[in-house]
């Protein structure tokens, strides 16, 4: 039963938003550092965010700089992923994912990750 589950995702329009969750379930994520990935057709898996354990270090992708911000609440053992001013490039599936072994500033890639959400589809069109 250890778990990841994205919700949150769905259709918008251009320049609105939307908050993403990844909920856990059998692991506490208290110990893992998080981050989000979001995968396009066509294209490779991209990590956009990632949050340390204490919250206090975060790293973003330049592609969502400045419009979207990472968030973990450890008693809800939740991470959010607040999306703001949508652009149809922002299309994809979004994951969330949790590494055991690696803070943030070591920006750890696809394989340094130990668990893994099923993703939410986002889809930014007029």
């Known amino acids: 039963q250890l778990q990841l589950v994205e919700s949150g995702g769905g259709l918008v329009q251009p320049g609105g938003s939307l908050r993403l969750s990844c909920a856990a379930s059998g692991i506490t994520l208290d110990y893992y550092a998080i981050g989000w990935f979001r995968q396009a057709p066509g294209k490779e898996r991209e990590e956009i965010s990632c949050?340390?354990?204490?919250?206090?270090?975060?790293n973003y992708a330049d592609s969502v700089k400045d419009r979207f911000t990472i968030s973990r609440d450890n008693a809800k053992n939740t991470v959010y992923l607040q999306m703001n001013s949508l652009k149809p490039e922002d299309t994809a599936v979004y994951y969330c994912?949790?590494?055991?072994?690696?803070?943030?500033?070591?920006?750890?890639?696809?394989?340094?990750?130990?668990?893994w959400g099923q993703g939410t589809q986002v889809t930014v069109s007029s």
């Open positions: 994912a949790a590494t055991r072994d690696y803070y943030c500033s070591d920006y750890p890639g696809v394989y340094d990750y130990d668990y």
């Open positions: 949050i340390n354990i204490s919250g206090g270090s975060t």
